[in-house]
């Protein structure tokens, strides 16, 4: 095992994820409970004292819940942008508090980090790419779009985490009031079944190897994973790109922690 990944929860309740070396486990986000959080690395069988850091995408609620209660009890490094710090206004302990800068690589442990821009209404939303012995894992979801710049950031992931967030139709129809829906139909909203399936297209033309792509953030409200899976399987299948054979695709439950993933 190079890097694994495992979903603690997924969506607009709440979102935490786990990449893993054989050295080094990181947290992206904590937008579940703390108590969640250390349930679901113990059913994983994950080493606690492994656990490294807490990567920071953007400040919304659903993204920082437990912050400062998983800082504190396990004395955890904290890591997010200048901006996303000072719209946190979470307060830890200093020694625990690391910024990094959106677009430049870290390391933690063995595995490096290399944050990048995505598009979402927040202050400086990232997503993430991990690397580890030769493989990558990249995180991409809360962005209403994917530039050619994130797709060079991800073309080449051995596993990626891509937002299916809706599908236009339910949205559009559905009853969140008007002002929601602009907002995640917005370019700084959330991916569409559509839109996720435009990006793997250009990612498939771009870079043909072996992927695992996990769809992920969906919707209990616009979508559900059998609409996701199928709108994203029709739209690689009319390009003549097949499941099984060029890629492989898996859904992430909303609220139920996922299985473990390995490259």
């Not at 979903?7 to 607009?12: R, V």
């Not at 442990?109 to 894992?137: C, M």
Request: aromatic share 8%; with cysteine.
């Amino acid at each position: 095992m190079a890097l694994s990944f495992c979903s603690f929860s997924s969506g607009s309740s709440g979102n935490c994820y786990l990449v893993e070396s054989p050295e080094t486990a990181l947290l992206v986000d904590a937008g579940i409970s703390g108590r969640r959080i250390l349930e679901g690395l113990a059913a994983i069988g994950s080493d606690q004292s492994k656990l490294a850091g807490l990567l920071v995408t953007h400040e919304h609620v659903d993204h920082i819940r437990s912050i400062r209660t998983l800082s504190k009890k396990k004395s955890l490094d904290v890591y997010a942008n200048e901006s996303t710090w000072e719209a946190m206004g979470v307060q830890i302990r200093d020694e625990n508090k690391k910024v990094f800068l959106t677009g430049e690589a870290f390391r933690i442990g063995d595995i490096e980090v290399k944050p990048f821009n995505v598009f979402h209404d927040a202050t400086e939303p990232v997503g993430f790419s991990f690397f580890n012995g030769g493989k990558q894992i990249s995180i991409v979801t809360d962005t209403g779009c994917i530039t050619d710049e994130i797709i060079g950031e991800i073309a080449a992931a051995d596993l990626l985490v891509l937002e299916a967030n809706h599908d236009v139709n339910m949205l559009k129809i559905g009853r969140y009031p008007w002002f929601l829906k602009q907002r995640v139909l917005g370019n700084e909203g959330h991916l569409s079944n559509e839109a996720a399936g435009e990006a793997l297209l250009q990612i498939l033309e771009k870079d043909q190897k072996e992927r695992r792509v996990l769809l992920a953030h969906l919707s209990k409200e616009n979508n559900f994973p059998q609409m996701a899976y199928q709108t994203v399987k029709n739209m690689l299948e009319e390009r003549e790109f097949y499941i099984g054979r060029h890629i492989e695709v898996s859904m992430i439950v909303r609220d139920e922690i996922s299985c473990v993933y390995q490259t």
